[in-house]
């Protein structure tokens, strides 16, 4: 039987990830790894183990370049500079030019 280290080794490998710590803390503790674009970024071992984690700078990398281009199909323009998550509100200017703000989920 493989150790919890190992299995979480493994499972983050499943997506390309690297984990950066080399102790198995527990659980609740939280571990590092290294996506495969080299971002850094951590998660408690309870939920990396039980979920197909993703690099949450590159989801979000995804999520603004997706938006962007639903904007652009709308003729307006996204004008915020990242994405966080769906509940902030970002800047768009519509096709009148109008700028305004709202919120932006992506179904």
């Known amino acids: 039987m493989s150790t ?13 990830h690297t984990l950066l ?7 609740t503790a939280r571990y590092r790894f290294r996506c495969a674009h080299g971002h ?4 408690t071992g309870d939920y990396a183990l039980r979920s ?8 979000a990398e995804v999520k603004l370049a997706r938006l962007q281009q639903v904007a652009r ?9 990242r994405y966080s998550k769906s509940s902030d509100t970002y800047r768009f200017r ?14």
């Open 73 to 81: 199909q709308a003729g307006g323009e996204w004008l915020s500079t």
């Open 40 to 43: 850094e970024t951590s998660r």
């Open 52 to 59: 197909l984690i993703d690099c949450p700078t590159c989801e």
């Open 21 to 27: 710590d080399n102790e198995w803390r527990g659980r």
């Open 94 to 107: 519509c096709q009148l030019g109008h700028e305004f703000d709202n919120w932006a989920t992506l179904s």
């Open 4 to 16: 919890p280290l190992a299995r979480l080794r493994e499972r983050l490998a499943q997506k390309g």
